[in-house]
């Protein structure tokens, strides 16, 4: 089966950039995810990158793609106290089901 | 509100008791997923379904647990003669399959999930 790994803990200072980085072994993954989930809340669906590309830029959010290395990262420029979370790597084959990673809590610092 | 539902948000119940959970998903999306979450982990796949047929099951999901989607709309969750270990956070997702739709369409959208302790 699939293993998604990434660290469990990041802590940053407002303003700085946050990358949290994830790593997999099955490369059949159509799909790659970032997900997002606040205390209590759901998970909210952050941004994703087909396969095939490299990165992927929207707004804040830089998602990075390497795929020989099989390793998947997701930057958020200038973070502020309200990206305080856990994010969730996650792979899918589309209309599969995605499997996901343990989550890394990224903490920010005023 | 348009997003994905899940009703009740939380269920405390004795052990052997049983349990459903309700998922209503978006309205134009013809998949539907639950997943189990446990505390420090991440969603753990249990089932889905297109329209009203279910295509795939876990090994998680133990003849105790029984999920329906009888009309293709919403789906319901039940678990029976319910075990501490069965408490957890089950969310439930909705997706459009669809070769018309574009590739954003396919990603799942989670309900706020439905938190279950068992005593």
């Known amino acids: 089966g699939e293993d998604v790994e990434q660290s469990l803990f990041l802590s940053v200072r407002e303003g700085d950039s946050s990358v949290i980085n994830c790593t997999y072994t099955?490369?059949?993954?159509?799909?790659l995810y970032w997900y997002k989930q606040e205390p209590g809340a759901g998970l909210q669906l952050l941004t994703y990158?087909?396969?095939?590309?490299d990165m992927k830029q929207d707004q804040r959010l830089t998602v990075l793609l390497n795929k020989k290395d099989k390793h998947l990262s997701l930057r958020i420029a200038d973070t502020q106290t309200g990206d305080s979370a856990i994010y969730f790597c996650?792979?899918?084959?589309?209309?599969?089901?995605?499997?996901f990673g343990i989550g890394t809590k990224l903490q920010v610092i005023p | 509100d348009t997003g994905v539902s899940q009703n009740p948000r939380h269920k405390i119940t004795k052990r052997g008791q049983n349990v459903t959970f309700r998922c209503d998903p978006i309205?134009?999306?013809?998949?539907l997923y639950w997943y189990r979450q446990t505390l420090g982990q991440g969603p753990e796949f249990l089932t889905y379904?297109?329209?009203?047929?279910?295509?795939?099951k876990s090994r998680l999901l133990s003849d105790r647990f029984s999920a329906e989607r009888p009309k293709g709309s919403f789906s319901t969750l039940e678990i029976q003669r319910t075990e501490q270990g069965d408490s957890a956070m089950y969310l439930c997702?909705?997706?459009?399959?669809?070769?018309?739709?574009?590739?954003?369409?396919?990603?799942?959208?989670f309900g706020p999930g439905t938190r279950l302790l068992v005593l």
């Open positions: 997702a909705s997706s459009l399959a669809s070769v018309d739709v574009g590739l954003s369409e396919f990603s799942q959208y």
């Open positions: 099955d490369s059949s993954s159509t799909y």
């Open positions: 990158i087909f396969s095939n590309m």
């Open positions: 996650a792979l899918g084959g589309g209309y599969q089901k995605v499997t």
């Open positions: 309205s134009e999306h013809n998949r």
């Open positions: 379904f297109q329209n009203e047929a279910q295509l795939e």
